[in-house]
């Protein structure tokens, strides 16, 4: 009975099955048939051409697509909450040789409009300062909020103006879609994102991310950089696989939208304790110390967040039938 | 009937049924209870305290044991043509923030006690020069040789006697034991080895390898290097669980074995067109082009390494009988 | 009457007299017998053994020092306002291969113990999160604001708690010993401070800062990395000359001593306007526009710092009677 | 009576006179007058529309080229004796961010088209291999030999083919243009170069080297690279005085001049020792070590460069009566 993070999660049955069915001989790297059709199958999915580039974890995804919108000299603005920022031990410092994270706010992790623009603003022109090259915004984010495509395009109209390349981190990109409901399309490239990194691994994958460049020119040099980097795993068909089934069947979508209900759950079994909406998988609460001790000794799993506030991440493995004890407990607090 | 690289192998059943064993519920990254066995499990392996790491690639871990011997201002000897030097898209440039590798001679990509002396020979020692910090040696070599204990150890007392660190690219490692029959100590750590790459997915692994630190104190920055590349994986236990397979019953070295014998066969079948004496898995003929593509006609693949010259690679999964049809058809050229 | 920069000044005549007196025949780079009096000489100033590095630029002997005390996985933690986060363009990030800057508050761009220790409190000790291993702080601070040997000591506290080293970014350390009137070592290494940039070229230098090593096994690799930064000129005596005349009868503090006073007087035109306690050479003046271009219209030049706040800095070479007319105009407004 | 190194000349009075010259206040950094001038004055002298930079010294003119030229993943083709790569502990990886050298061959120091073609020859267009992205030559090179127009211009083609950037270290190439007697823009930009380092302090010079850039907008992010590797000194009007005073009244070709009369005189002293032709102002002699000795103990210092070889280099300074003594010595050995 765990919630603390969806990463703890099984692998689903049609990944682990995946694996099996492409193992027989086949080339090396990415050469082989399943890494060849990625870009034709997330093209599809997003109903625009793009490069689509397995990669085995959503950090190096992450500074990957940095690295390809942002110079060494350069910087890339953030939330100072940001995983990219504080869980990642400088992974987009590493892979940019030395960009800086330019750090904005925003309430629950999302960068807006005036924060950006704030973030800039104060940047002199000239070459003792370090100039922005990118954002980076996180949907679902770290507070498991999400981004609308009105809000994207917001940003994304800010990083045009200033020629600013846009990553979406989307380590749950597949909750956020489901709780929006939109065509992945809508809150990405058709909002101004030139990189996403599309995370399947806490979404029931094993060791397969997607680094979707919505600007396929934005690819070549990574593909070096993926080799470089000893990312290139020389039996890549086992990762293709993975992403391939998870497309398969818009499963992606509904381990997504299983993790979403289970939070839902759980949120409305105290709506006066959400530290924020509950829109992806993540449920914030106020808790005193007593309250999560108590929730505890009945045999829950979960992570002290702040002073007096606990975080429960659901995940695509969990039924109705799990979440409803944790439900009721916290319900009974 | 491929012979072209042990990479394109299928991954042998017992690391594919790991992966459903450990198919449940634990911690994230390296903190799960497979993760955490691999020290001990190693430690007993080499009969020595090891600190054993798992990372997803032979690039990552080449890369990562350098950097860890060699700071951006030195240098790493290696031979001309190795793997870290040619195959790795400057993976310990990238890893290292700059070393340089310096590139020494040696028969069959063999770097040997008077090749390795006369690289270093002439390094002024001032600031103006790259300073050597390490040596890096491969075994079994890219050219299917391997070197002995008494080898390794005539290597191992330069490097102390230099202060250089002794790096140990395994890509083949377990080819390189199954041909010595050595304990794995002796070609190690006995001889000098101070980190060793020890690869599992060219002999029927999936996307582990193992990065060994006989001084268990180079470990300890290693960690954070490992993370910050990306290559600290969320679901850690299903890379940490292949090892695991591959080290119970000696699984590594029956496959290993496996993939010898395969070689061995081949080899007796053209004596006489040997460019290196076969030891491990790999085998280097004379043929002319025609008579390659007469064995191409023939339904075998395999590379062409120069002119005049081919590769075969044998591999765990490929029993006699799958050998002998190629055996004869060079047999008969 | 320029009032804008201390970098804008001339070199005094003794430093350019110094480049005159050493213009023969010597050993190239650092092998002259001007660079090897360097140690002896700083040694005494400072009344322990250091080592003493010539470096061109301040920004260089800042990127220099914190190589020398973070690892590229590591964070610096500064001032928000600090040169080295807003006025390098990224030189600590490029020369210690993507370290972080951990920005932390204080008033006047002072670090305090309190903000020090809240800025780390709350990193977790894991490989997840950046690790800060050093400290950097600037006297006279970028709001002329001198640290005391006591504020000194309460950071070299924490810094010896957690083991960080301890930078001191000395761009205008003249001009702190200067208002201090203390000993050049109790301000630095008694006070726990591993490396200082001392700068000389804002107090009538030319092209020479020094670099000193209060832990001399600190300064090895820096050796290498100042070469291979392309800071090892080829004619170094021309730059230990200029260092050595600023030691030469203190020079050093002579100057300094001019450019407070010039501040001071400046100071003490308009008390109510300051915007901090004037205690080296700059002057934050609060000034409305409408003030700040009657001032220009006297042939004043200088910056505007913020809304209604201008900053004045004055030079080594500005006698009362050019500072006169400004106090006099300032007090007029 | 030293012959060992141009660097360990002094520096030639009209540059020192210029540093007087410019000794009163200007802006800082290259916002000054001087500054200002260097593009023009450098047009003006090669013909055609140059940027054109000051930086303080050649190792760091080399590495700024090579980063505009070769990014992080890619190699740059030099030659095996070549300075960057044997003297600048390894600054050309750091400011690519770990590009490689690719090493090739040719007599005297010198590339040739087919040496350059053969080291790009087997470099195969994947991931897995560095790909070549700049050429580096050296013009004079380390052993004195210059490369003519057509040389020049035989390499430039290749690059061209090959989309190679091309690079001229010209740390004497004033000592290169003297001998041709051609327009500096014969061997430079009309022969293909993109980039020049065009040195001036073993020519006369202090601290001042010009970063030629022949195609204009290569030069824009070097703009960040150098402040960002602390290469932007504050009084910058110190250094471009410097330059505009070599190109006064070309000073630069007539100290150039100077040193290659000097090397004249050597040669004929002794053509049937000479390992290379004379043609800049080193001299590299055959010479047993009991006739080394002899001419040392005669007061000529000089450097032993290989068994039986020595090198000497002459200077700007040296007058025939200078030079004579040696010449003589040499004669009589």
């Known amino acids: 009975m765990r919630f603390f993070s969806d990463n703890a999660a099984p692998v689903c049955p049609e990944v682990l099955a995946a694996l099996g069915a492409v193992n027989h001989l086949d080339t090396a790297y990415d050469g082989d048939q399943w890494s060849q059709q990625l870009d034709g199958r997330f093209s599809d999915l997003f109903g625009t051409q793009v490069r689509a580039l397995w990669v085995p974890s959503g950090t190096s995804a992450n500074a990957l697509a940095l690295a390809a919108l942002c110079p060494p000299h350069g910087s890339v ?4 909450d940001a995983h990219i920022q504080n869980d990642e031990c400088g992974a987009p410092e590493f892979y940019t040789h030395g960009a800086k994270l330019l750090l904005a706010d925003g309430d629950g992790a999302k960068l807006t409009p005036e924060t950006l623009r704030g973030a800039v603003a104060n940047i002199r022109n000239d ?3 370090v ?12 507070y498991g909020l999400v981004y609308t495509p ?6 994304g109209v800010i990083a045009r103006e200033r020629e600013l390349g846009l990553h979406m981190d989307g380590a749950r990109f597949a909750n956020a879609v489901a709780h929006l409901d939109c065509h992945p399309g809508d809150v990405t490239w058709r909002a101004g994102v030139d ?10 994958g094993m060791s397969a991310e997607a680094l979707i460049f919505f600007k396929p020119e934005l690819a070549a040099a990574t593909l070096y950089r ?4 000893g990312l290139l795993l020389s039996k890549g068909r086992y990762l293709a696989a993975q992403l391939l089934a998870m497309l398969d069947g818009d499963l992606w979508l509904r381990n997504a939208r299983a993790a979403n209900a289970g939070a839902r759950l759980l949120a409305e079994a105290a709506p006066n304790r959400l530290v924020y909406p509950v ?3 993540e449920v914030f609460l106020k808790a005193r110390p007593d309250e999560a001790a108590r929730l505890r000794a009945l045999g829950f799993d979960f992570y002290d967040w702040a002073p ?6 659901t995940s695509w493995d969990q039924s109705e039938a799990a979440i409803r004890p944790l439900a009721e407990a916290i319900a009974a607090l």
Chains 1, 2, 3, 4 share one sequence.
């Open 131 to 142: 100039q922005p090259h990118a954002v980076s915004i996180t949907n679902a984010t770290e």
């Open 195 to 204: 990189v996403l990194s599309f995370g399947f691994v806490k979404n029931g």
């Open 279 to 281: 829109q992806a998988n």
């Open 308 to 313: 007096g506030e606990v975080r429960l991440v």
């Open 127 to 129: 070459v003792h300062q």
């Open 226 to 229: 993926r080799k470089r980097a």
């Open 77 to 80: 603005v953030c939330h100072r």
């Open 150 to 155: 009105q809000e994207v395009a917001a940003i």
